[in-house]
């Protein structure tokens, strides 16, 4: 079976900022488990920080901070790295990340101003991985993956 990154949340372990997780349909979780040998990351976690974890987003200058002015930029860069270890380690060269986060957003993440706006940018980890050649794909467009395989 061929590996794939998948962030950990949508699998349904808590590691999300809200010590909370998004999971995906079971449905399509065992669809992909009958194509690709899943390996569950959490960058932010990876990265050093605590669940559940003041909420940060990425600011126009690609810095991260929470929602009380703490830069955590680093840790979102550790983690990013550690997700690339692991990408590479494993031979992925697809990865199923979480939308609109400020780790794994693909396209659309949170400004940076904690108003809900969304701006057209990647996540770091994203970002990240996509310039080390890994096909980036949200939780939105996992039934479209499974169609192409």
């Not at 669809?31 to 959490?42: E, F, G, S, T, W």
């Not at 904690?114 to 939105?140: H, P, Y």
Request: aromatic share 4%.
């Amino acid at each position: 079976m061929k590996p794939i990154l998948i962030s950990a949340c949508l699998l349904g372990v808590s590691c999300r900022y809200d010590g909370l997780s998004k999971p995906i349909d079971e449905n399509v979780i065992r669809a992909l488990q009958k194509r690709y040998h899943l390996i569950p990351i959490c960058p932010e976690v990876m990265g050093g920080l605590p669940t559940p974890r003041i909420p940060a987003e990425v600011g126009c200058d690609r810095r991260v901070k929470r929602s009380d002015g703490i830069d955590v930029t680093e840790n979102y860069k550790k983690g990013a790295m550690e997700a690339l270890r692991l990408a590479r380690l494993f031979g992925c060269d697809t990865a199923i990340l979480k939308e609109r986060s400020p780790s794994c957003g693909k396209g659309r993440i949170y400004d940076g101003t904690f108003t809900k706006t969304l701006t057209d940018a990647d996540g770091i980890t994203a970002d990240l991985l996509r310039k080390n050649g890994i096909c980036v794909v949200g939780e939105s467009e996992i039934e479209k993956l499974l169609s192409s395989t």
